[in-house]
């Protein structure tokens, strides 16, 4: 074991209180477990303790908010720096498959059962119920609209944060268990959910919400102004070069897109918040990375409208002032009157979060005020036979929350067929 991963693996206290696991981990990973067996370097089975919660530690240890959720809760934290959970979780990854281990090693085999289950979308969170049910011998078949699974993991997430080595790795793991895949198969173009709900004992939506939304202001519609989601997503990149460009939101998707947009040679990449800098969803890291490659950042601003004659001219500003709302937790932005102000630039890109598709209001489930499909405790929908997770049921938009809807979805079918 190398020196630094040694020095990290040693700093853990190994709690009995476990806040890290029982608090800060959507998948309640057993994380003071795995690292002990790190530190006895038997890399396989911290793999194993990691692989009875979930199907993708390479990934989450890479990109899951660690310092929001098992980082922050670490009892290390409180006085000094946490342990450094997510890169011990994907140095287990990367280490038991350089040693040839893959995640079939973690289970018994068992023989197939007459039972069949359609997963619908290979995204975190499909990926996940379909590997806790595979593993359990159910005979379980993805549908996934594009030629490749993994969903926005696969192009939603810049390379210089997920190498697409690391899915390609967990999606070949995670098929090994013995699931089939229907490529280019899209839900509403390709078949219904009346179609297969014949040829199966149940089904898993997990088809992703990621139509960009907008902010309903004047001129969103010119050429120039795009959705951060879908930008990622298809990789459908304008020219940059010489260009200015403001992103707008908070997030990690926001983050992803000034920092693609920077890296592909933009002039000057601007990410304009309406609120402070400590009120940004994205974690500090993202935001500090963004900063150091030199994207620039308006806090306390706000769009007001976006100008130009067909294509994006110039975009309208106000600045903002914070205050406390009545009911509301967290101070909120209000516009200060007269601070509007106009800058020239070429490309604009909303990542203010994500809605489903237009086709989800037609599928016969019951949708909640958001748009998201209504689930129950169980992961079930109005139709009994179909479950759903992920983005599509409103879960909170991280992979460990993705992934535990898929994996409690599987637990639930498990029971109920």
Known sequence: ??????????????????????????????????????KKEEYFEAYKILSETTVLPGVCGRICPHEKQCQGSCVRGIKGE?????????????????????????????????????????????????????????????????????????????????????VENTVKDILDLGIEVKYQQELGKDFTLKDIEKEYDAIFLSIGANCSSKMGVEGEDLKGVYGGNELLEYNLHPNYKGKKVIVTGGGNVAMDCARTINRLGAKEVTVV??????QMPAEKKEIQDAKTEGVKFAFQNNIVKILGNEKVEKVELIKTKLVQKEGESRLSPVNIENSNYQVDVAYIVMALGSKPQEYVKDLGLELNKWGNIQVDEEYKTSNPKVYAGGDLAGMKGTVAWAAKSGREAAKNILKNI
């Open 1 to 38: 074991m190398i020196k630094e991963v040694e020095e990290k693996v040693n700093y853990c206290l190994n709690c009995k209180v476990k806040p890290c696991s029982l608090k800060g981990c959507p998948l309640n990973n057993h994380i003071p477990d795995f690292i002990q067996a790190l």
């Open 82 to 166: 946490p342990v450094s959970i997510g890169e011990l979780e994907a140095y287990t990854f990367d280490k038991v498959h350089e040693l040839g281990y893959h995640l079939s090693d973690c289970y018994e085999k068992v023989e197939k059962k007459d039972k069949k289950v359609a997963v619908l979308g290979g995204g975190p969170a499909g990926l996940t119920c379909a590997a806790f049910l595979a593993k359990e011998g159910i005979q379980v078949t993805i549908y996934e609209k594009y030629d490749y699974l993994g969903g926005l993991l696969m192009f939603g997430i810049p390379n210089f944060r997920l190498p697409k080595e690391i």
């Open 273 to 278: 918040y309406r609120r402070a800098e400590e």
